[in-house]
């Protein structure tokens, strides 16, 4: 149905500003929302944020600002941009998309935030 796929992230320096991309493929004119969760080791998967197709925009609280997220659903990409980042943002980063009420999960990208 469709497909997502990460790029960015890696091993970044504290305070560093990567930027994390997504593209989806397949049906990508029925999703409505997509956006990004990270799941730390030992931790659950938690919301980054997300945006919808109208343009609606949600983030986690604990991100007090430093991310912000845009999107094309024309081309079905979304972007994260990622600023001041800490040790503590490290995880698995995951493209999420929802379609037809499915979830939808990319295999993620490992960011690293090295202090």
């Known amino acids: 149905q469709v497909q997502l796929v990460e790029s960015g992230g890696g091993l970044v320096q504290a305070g560093g500003s990567p930027r994390l991309s997504c593209t989806a493929s397949?049906?990508?004119?029925?999703?409505?929302?997509m956006g990004w969760y990270r799941q730390a080791p030992g931790n659950e998967r938690d919301l980054v944020a997300m945006?919808?197709?109208?343009?609606?925009?949600r983030y986690a609280d604990s991100m007090n600002g430093r991310f912000t997220i845009s999107g094309d659903y024309d081309k079905g990409t979304v972007s994260l941009q990622m600023n001041t980042l800490k040790p503590e943002d490290t995880a698995l980063y995951y493209c999420h998309a929802v379609y037809l009420k499915r979830d939808y999960w990319g295999q993620g990208t490992q960011v690293t935030v090295s202090s």
């Open positions: 397949g049906k990508i004119f029925g999703i409505n929302w």
């Open positions: 945006i919808s197709r109208n343009g609606n925009t």
